[in-house]
Structures are given as structure tokens and as C-alpha cells.
């Protein structure tokens, strides 16, 4: 058993082995990073490749982006995605278009790791899921590991795939617990089936996975048997699976944290709809910045028994 | 003259080139994007936004001749005298601003994101500011990678009111990367005068109160910059640390090529246009006793070469349409839907 954040270490930690070129940075990944996902990389790789920088975000996704034009990997810290926010211009115009825009003559092997979702009281600023914005730029690859193994597995695949990926950890999810099985790989790409299911398919990612593994037990207990797929990439998607889940059972509720309006729900019911013509349900926040207090910050949250009840209604 | 006259003849070819190439492509641009009261035709063999240098050849031209190939190179939207300065072949250069599919980038980027990887040039941009932090980025790779090579960043004035500005140089600065940061200083911001915007002494002054060296030069005198670089180059290339060149200059032409620049005093054009670097060169040149037929047969030639690049530009292919569906990324190819 090991932590999501320790999974996240030692993905790193094996790519860093296998190429020299995997470098790590950002603020204060010295010293484990503020999740303990970079634990121990310095003391082991040394600080020239796990590499402590000032808070310059538009620098540290910038140098990341000449740093691969010039032939590293490197994998960039960046907290939470709201700071990110700094460094679009580096991560759209820059890390997602170098490739195209060059007509091929370099490539932006990069990792950038911006943590998404509510968390301890965080507030309007540490606390949005951000991830259908950058699945609505080409040129990038976003992922959302929903499990410990995910993590690990999805963070390799990233590092070796040579593409700018945005691998987005949620933060609540740093301490969970799980097998981390070091030879099981994930292809990008590819959703992951969490429990078969006839009457209806639910499809999710990241912190928002747990939740509707709850509601499905709930409903399984009900009668109602819930096939619940894990998407762990946004961009490229699963939409074969998807497609052949929901058309079997009729219905799609597609559920995640962020904001409803534009989420990338929207994108995965709007196929469905065009590809199959099942009923379609989706499930994300209002459209609200996230607030301070319990009861604010609660008006954010979907809950089990919000998926449970919106799957049931779409049942009747 | 013989060491010194090779050299002057070799600064004033390289200035004889961009200025050939750009007078070439601003006149093919005419009418190539709707902007400053200007349409956009069909006609216009250069199309969508040209920055043109004008009058600041002497900056790329003092500065490139002292790096290697394998030194790598930033630029600006501003770029296509960097570009040519540092080795990139004419031809193609004229082919990717016509868009077709023998340019440097396939006809995916045009002038503003001009790159020949082959020699160092790792790219315009089309964003102000945007080539500072991969500057650094491609130094702190050379330093990991324990390369001899340095990087040049070419920025302009406008440039330095951005944060990655200062990003960019405290990162060099502590981390002591091999990065000649170059301000080509042409006076202004698009269509606004940069003096009243900025504050302080500009990019020399921001530069220092990092603790990182600077040089102030005239970068409209391709002796003085050829000089100064010469000294900089060296000093990153030995110290592998950072250091700043100042270059103050001039753009002659407006922002773009269609932009007439008509919010302009009339006078400071004029005065700028009486230290125009080409100018200055043939008048130093002919004082050290050179043959000015010499020059003369320089732009002759220069005239050549871009007749030959339109030329080929013109009849080369255009880029086939499924290229737009290429070097995107490959995780996810094909899924564009």
C-alpha cells in the first residue's frame, strides 16, 4: 500500500532512474513539494535535477518548454492549477503550439503538474477544477488519476509519451491509500471500468470517482445496477468505451467536480447524444466560485447522494 | 584594411540581407491584413502580420557573428533579422512567409513564428516577452548538459515592461546560466512611444538592479555593436553567467508592414533616418580607405538572392491540407473531434 502523493514520487523517481534527462521543478519541490509528491528526489537526484525555484510562474513553465526545445523532459510543479493561471501564455501559446507552429523541428516532452479540486477550506482561489480548459487546447494531453496506481501509472505514461501533458491531482486525494503495482501500465487514453453495470453508466474522474462508487453501491442495493467508468484521461478521451457502455445501458450520467456550465461533461454528453442517442444526465457544480465557509464551500460539492438521486430520477 | 575591410564587408553583408529581404517581403505584404485602415486582398503574396526591422540590421549583424551553430538563438515577432544573422537559408525564409510547404515550418507558422532549428534558432514569437523564459530554459538545459554552447535572447523594449522580463533574468541570474540577453531598444511598444510608458533608465538599469551586468551600446553603429558583443560573447561563453546588451536603435517602418506609423513626429523620423545603420557602415567603411564598389556589389548580390528567394517562393507548392493535422501530438492523434 502506498499514499497517491508517495505513487506520484515514485513514478518520478523510476523515470529519473531510466532517462537523465527527466528533470523536476518548481517551489519547493526540494523539500518534498507542500503534498510530499517529490519526497526524497532531491536528496537522491541531487538539487541541479529536482530543482527549487522562486515563485516566477511563467518562468518555470517557460524554461520548461526551452529546457525540452533543447532535449530534457521536464516535469514542472505548479501547486495548484490556480496558480497556473500565471503561465497560460507559456502553457497555450507556448508548450501547446511550439510543435505545430514550427512545422515539427522540436517537440515539448514536459509534465506540468497542476492539482485541481476543493480542499480543506481553500477557497475561491486553491480550490477549481480547471481541466476542460486545457482539454480545449490542442496540442495537450490532460489527465485526472482518480487512485494511487492511476497516479503512478498515468505519471509514467505521461513522461514517456513526448507530448506536453497536464496531469492534474486532486488535492484531497494526496494521503488515500491503494496498491501501486509498479509493472501495471496505463495508456493514455484509456478509461478504466470501476463495476459492470446494466441499467445505466456513470462516468467520472479524479476526487468525484469516490463519491459515485458510493452511489452506485447505494443504488446496487435499490435494484438499480450502475456500470461506473473512471475516464483518468480528459484529453485524448475514451469515448469507445463510453459510447459502447452507454449505449448498452441506455443512459449516461456524467459527473465531476468542476463547474457544470462548459465542464467537460458537456463534451462527453454531447457525443453520447450525437453517437448513440441515450438519455443523458449531467452532474457538476453551480456555476459559483467556491466559498469560505462549511455551508458556502458545501453549495460546490456533489455528494453520493446527489448522483444517486439524479440517477434514480433518470430511471423513473 | 585587409582583416578589418573583410570584416566591415562581412557586418555590411549581413545588413544588406535583411534589409533586401524585408523591403522585399514588405512590398509582397501589401495588403495582407486588414489593420491601420488597410484591407486585406487576395493579392498579397505575404499575408497577416509583418514586423519588420528596418534600420536595426546592425543589431543581429554585430551580435550573430560571434555565436556558433550550435549556440541557440530566441527572437521576438520582430525576428526575421535574427533569423538570417544566425545562418538560416534565405530561400526558405521567404517560402514560410508565403506559406508554402518548402518553409522552414511547412507553411504552419509564417514571420511570426519563423524558427530553423538547425541552427540554433529556436523561434519568433508572437507574443511580447514570451522568448525570455525559453531563453533561459534552453541555457539551463546547456548548463545541465555540462554544453559548451550559449544562448542569445533578443528581445525589444517594449518587452521589459512584462513580468517574464524580470522573471527571466533573476532566473539567469541565479542560477548563473550562459544567456547574452540582448534589448534591441527601437523606441517603441507597437504604436506607442515606450519612453512615457516605462519607468526608470530601462532594460540596462532593470538589469543591474539584479546584480546582472549590462552594456549600454549604439546599436545603429554595427562596429560599435560588433565590438561589444564581441567582449559579452566571450565573457558568457568563459564565465558561463549571464550578462545584458543594450542596444539603443530605431524602427523606421511603423509596428507592421501596413501600419504607415502617420502618430509619429516627422522629425524624429527624419533624425533617425540620418543614423541609419547601412549609412553609417559605408561611410566608416570608405573613411578606413575600403572600395565602396565593394558594398555596391554586396547589395547587388543581396538584391540577387532575394529575386532568386521570391522567385522560388512563388513556385514552390503549398502546404498539403492534411498538414494541418500534423505535429500536433501524438498521444490522441486522429481524435480531433
Sequence with gaps: MMSYAEAAALAVSHAMERDGNVVVMGEDVGRGGIFGQYKGLQQRFGG????????????????????????????????????ALCAMDEIVNQAAKNRFMFGGQGRVPMVMRLPIGIWDASAAQHSQSLESWFAHIPGLVVTCPATPQDNYSLLRAALECGDPVIHMEHKTLWMSQGEVEVEQRAALGEARTVRNG???TVVSWSRQMQACAQACEELAGTGIEAELLDLRSIWPWDRARVLESSARTGNLLVVHEAVQAVGFGAEVAATAAQETGCRIRRLGAPRIPVGYAPVLEAQSRITAADIAAAARSMLD | MLEGSQLAAGLYRTMARIRAFENAAEIASQGGVSAY??????????????HLSTGQEAVPAGVCIHLRPDDYLTS???????????????????????????????????????????????????????????????????????????TVCFFGDGAINRGPFLEALN?????????????????????????????????????????LPSVQVDGNDVFAVHETAA???????????????????????????????????????????????????????????????????????????????????????????ESAFTDIQTTGAGQWR
Design chain 2, 76 to 150: 521576438t515577432h520582430r525576428g526575421h533579422g535574427h533569423t538570417l544573422a544566425k545562418g538560416a537559408d534565405m530561400g526558405r525564409m521567404m517560402c514560410e512567409l508565403f506559406g508554402k510547404a518548402t518553409g522552414f515550418n511547412g507553411g504552419k507558422g509564417g514571420s511570426m513564428h519563423i524558427a530553423d532549428f538547425s541552427v540554433g534558432m529556436l523561434g519568433a514569437n508572437g507574443v511580447v516577452a514570451a522568448g525570455l523564459p525559453i531563453a533561459v530554459g534552453a541555457a539551463h538545459a546547456q548548463k545541465l548538459q555540462k554544453r559548451d554552447a550559449i
Design chain 2, 231 to 321: 567582449r559579452l560573447v566571450k565573457e558568457v561563453r568563459a564565465t558561463k553567467q549571464p550578462l545584458l546588451l543594450h542596444a539603443i536603435t530605431y524602427r523606421v517602418k511603423g509596428h507592421v508592414s501596413v501600419d504607415a506609423a502617420a502618430y509619429r513626429d516627422p522629425h524624429e523620423l527624419e533624425a533617425a533616418l540620418q543614423t541609419d545603420p547601412m549609412a553609417r557602415a559605408r561611410a566608416h567603411y570608405q573613411a578606413q580607405g575600403g572600395d565602396l564598389a565593394l558594398l555596391d556589389a554586396i547589395d547587388a548580390e543581396a538584391a540577387r538572392e532575394v529575386a532568386q528567394a521570391l522567385a522560388a517562393a512563388d513556385a514552390a507548392p503549398w502546404p498539403a491540407a
Design chain 1, 198 to 200: 446494466r441499467h445505466l
Design chain 2, 37 to 50: 485602415g488597410s484591407s486585406a486582398g487576395a493579392t498579397a503574396k505575404v499575408r497577416g502580420p509583418l
Design chain 1, 48 to 83: 541541479d535535477r529536482v530543482i527549487d525555484t522562486p515563485i516566477s510562474e511563467s518562468t518555470i513553465l517557460g524554461a520548461g518548454v526551452g529546457m525540452a526545445l533543447a532535449g530534457l523532459r521536464p516535469v514542472v510543479e505548479m501547486r495548484v492549477v490556480d496558480f
Design chain 2, 171 to 211: 532566473w539567469a541570474q541565479v542560477y548563473g546560466l550562459p544567456v547574452l540577453f540582448v534589448c534591441e531598444d527601437n523606441r517603441w511598444s507597437a504604436t506607442t512611444a515606450s519612453g512615457p510608458v516605462t519607468a526608470g533608465e530601462g532594460a540596462s538599469a532593470r538589469a543591474q538592479s539584479l546584480g
